[in-house]
């Protein structure tokens, strides 16, 4: 006698929308050509795999898990479709309703624990379509997979273009749906078919198995599907070598790819884990990685997210398949300039290959060298050949140029894990201008170091054993004063003056003023302190910050004090009677003083007596003094008596009111000085 069974049609199926959805469209990911950082060797590699096994007529499948279109991968995936880099796509029952669901209603996956607690998990009305959908596609003799992409296309859904079922559909390449019964939403709906089930899933197995008939010298990727994705594999295999053997051919010549997020060290994944160990269990390993491929494949194991390991698979794969096409459509270009418009007009975008025009775009025959490097580099993002151009280039416009656009590509990033990546990148600090010899490499990492906000990354920059320039771009963004007086001890004197700046505490500047050995440190702590006694006592003692005291001292008397102190240091007076207003000081210091720099300073702020401006005007340095004679003298007497002094040094003849000819060897240089010849050239005298 049969048992009972659940009575489906008390069941309440709510319009899907009322549902809340955790994903939208905008999810779905552009193809560019600068997907998401993923850096993995392997890519390259199976990239150049999938390719050559395309070059043989070799089957490429991709299966994935419902994981895949949830991180929104389906343009890329479109696009291998399209270009023919992928010639079959399996996914299980969840891929293909996340598919529909999409295309539907530009939005998918629910809340488990919101709906299941209030039981409505799954309960969608648009979702349970998927069954009628089934049974029409099943009187038709179709599989899951077409049955659902063929409603899609033709029913024009309004998002059909981001459905990996309907776009298959529509280029007449099979994707399969390996359907679990009871695995799925749509199996809780009261027009669910299990017959019907059984029937549409087991004609894609078959259609799977065919396409694995052809996989020798082909290969399989297995994105992210841990149960479905091995075990149809595997059956399906087991069918296509035994037909294989009875025709005398071989499926043994299999690449196959697991893409997913368990951690396997090394490289040695194609032994199958022994049991003992929990990984044994992980199918994905021992079935696609290790036991299909023993008899003469190979396999590849890369661990990611699936919204960074997909679209840097099929991006190398467009990178290089593309790179032949675009180099036989650059022989062809006769001329420069066709050249030129060739890329600027975006018929030559392959970044490797305009790494290689950037490399060799200056040579004797080309007229537009320099217009084609720069427009090469503009279109140009991965570092690595930047940074190849601008240290291996032989022409300097070349390095300049790519040195300047990884720095734009730099200060762009807001990733923070990213910047911390780019701050402690080395591999910059070998970029430098050979024309003028300068390393500009840390320019680079300062501009990451710059955008960096969290303190914790920042203070471990500040402390690395590194190019000051780059430290010290860390610690301007730091406000730690524990921290910033620790680090006020360094070895480094541009990075304790970089710290100095920051500090608040007067007391700890004050003994850096007393104790560093670097002036320039000492100056800058002196800058921060507004003590006036220690100012004071500084600028009367100290030779190397003296200045900088004296410009923080606002009490006059004190300034005067130390003007009449400091008779063995002009430009501390200097800078103390800068700051001084008392005109009967001033008056009075003009009369004694005998430094010229310091008496005009005094003369152009107070009216003096013109022994004073005769004074400044006979010990003026040679290139004041005739300015000197002419703006502030008119009695004539006074100027040749001004000019018989000059003209006694020989560094000026009168009688042709100008001065000695230096260019014509009136003057003889011993380095930095230059003493009269003993004959003028210009007058003869």
């Known amino acids: 006698m049969p048992f009972t069974k659940f009575d489906r049609s008390k069941l309440d199926i709510l319009p899907l929308s009322e ?61 291998l479709m399209e270009e023919g880099y992928v010639t079959h796509f399996a996914t299980n029952g969840a891929g293909a309703i ?45 599989g899951a997979g077409e049955s659902i992409g063929r409603y899609i296309w033709e029913n024009n859904f309004p998002n059909r273009d981001t459905s990996v079922l309907a776009n298959a559909y529509k280029n007449q390449i099979p994707a399969t749906v390996h359907i679990g019964i009871g695995n799925d939403i749509i199996h809780e709906h009261p027009n669910c078919d299990g017959a019907v089930l059984g029937e549409t899933s087991y004609t894609d197995f078959l259609i799977y198995a065919e396409t694995i008939s052809k996989l020798q010298h082909g290969v399989f990727l297995n994105f992210g599907s841990a149960v479905a994705g091995p075990e149809v594999y595997l059956k399906c295999l087991a069918m296509a070598r035994n037909v294989a053997k009875q025709e005398n051919r071989e499926i043994f010549d299999i690449t196959t790819a697991v893409f997913d997020l368990l951690p396997i060290e090394g490289d040695d994944y194609n032994a199958t884990p022994p049991k003992t160990d929990p990984r044994y269990y992980f199918r994905p390993w021992k079935t696609i990685l290790s036991r299909t491929v023993a008899d003469g494949g190979k396999s590849y194991y890369i661990q990611g997210t699936h919204d960074l390991t997909l679209p840097a698979l099929a991006s190398k794969i467009f990178e290089i398949a593309s790179y032949a096409e675009e180099k036989k459509e650059w022989v062809n270009l006769y001329y420069d300039s066709n050249r030129l418009d060739a890329i600027e007009n975006g018929k030559i975008i392959n970044p490797k290959f305009l790494a290689k025009i950037a490399m060799e775009a200056q040579t004797d025959n080309y007229n537009h060298a320099s217009d084609i490097c720069i427009a090469a580099l503009d279109r140009i993002s991965d570092e690595t050949d930047l940074i190849r151009i601008a240290t291996k280039s032989v022409y300097d416009d070349n390095r300049r140029n790519a040195f300047r656009r990884i720095l734009d590509t730099v200060e762009r990033i807001t990733d923070e894990e990213i910047l911390i990546q780019k701050a402690t990148d080395n591999r910059y600090d070998v970029l430098k201008d050979e024309y003028h010899g300068i390393i500009e490499g840390w320019k680079i990492r300062q501009a990451a170091v710059k955008n960096i906000t969290s303190e914790d990354a920042l203070k471990n920059i500040a402390t690395m054993k590194d190019i000051s320039f780059v430290r010290i771009a860390a610690i301007e963004k730091i406000t730690d004063q524990a921290f910033l007086r620790k680090i006020a001890t360094d070895k480094d004197a541009y990075v304790r003056e970089t710290a100095v700046k920051r500090i608040t505490d007067e007391e700890f500047l004050k003994l850096i003023v007393r104790n560093d050995n670097n002036d320039n440190v000492r100056k800058t702590a002196v800058k921060r302190i507004t003590d006036e006694e220690f100012l004071i006592d500084m600028a009367k003692h100290s030779h190397h910050v003296g200045v900088a005291a004296v410009n923080k001292i606002t009490n006059e008397a004190a300034l005067i004090e130390i003007v009449k102190k400091r008779t063995d240091d002009k430009y501390i007076r200097k800078a103390a009677i800068e700051k001084i207003t008392d005109e009967n000081f001033l008056r009075e210091i003009s009369n004694v003083e005998e430094d010229w720099d310091i008496l005009y300073n005094i003369a152009m702020r107070i009216k003096v007596d013109d022994t004073v401006w005769i004074k400044i005007a006979k010990s003026a340095s ?20 001004i000019i018989s002094h000059w003209e006694s040094k020989g560094v000026y003849c009168y009688s042709k009111n100008k001065k000695h000819d230096w260019e014509d060897n009136s003057f003889h240089s011993n380095g930095w000085d230059y003493y009269p010849a003993t004959q003028c050239k210009i007058c003869g005298e």
């Open 622 to 641: 040679y290139e004041y003094y005739n300015d000197i004679v002419y703006k502030f003298f008119s009695n004539e007497e006074t100027k040749k008596e």
């Open 19 to 79: 549902r809340n959805s955790d994903l939208d469209l905008s999810v779905i990911m552009d193809v560019t050509n600068n997907p998401k950082t993923f850096d993995n060797p392997k890519i390259d590699q199976l990239a150049e795999d999938i390719i050559s096994a395309r070059k043989k007529g070799a089957a490429v499948i991709l299966m994935y898990g419902a994981h895949v279109i949830r991180s929104g991968c389906a343009k890329y995936m479109l696009k």
């Open 98 to 142: 996340h598919d529909f669901e999409f295309a539907l209603a530009g939005e998918t996956c629910e809340s488990v624990a919101k709906y299941i607690s209030e039981g409505q998990f799954g309960l969608w009305h648009e979702s349970g379509i998927i069954n009628d959908v089934l049974k029409e596609g099943a009187a038709l003799g179709l």
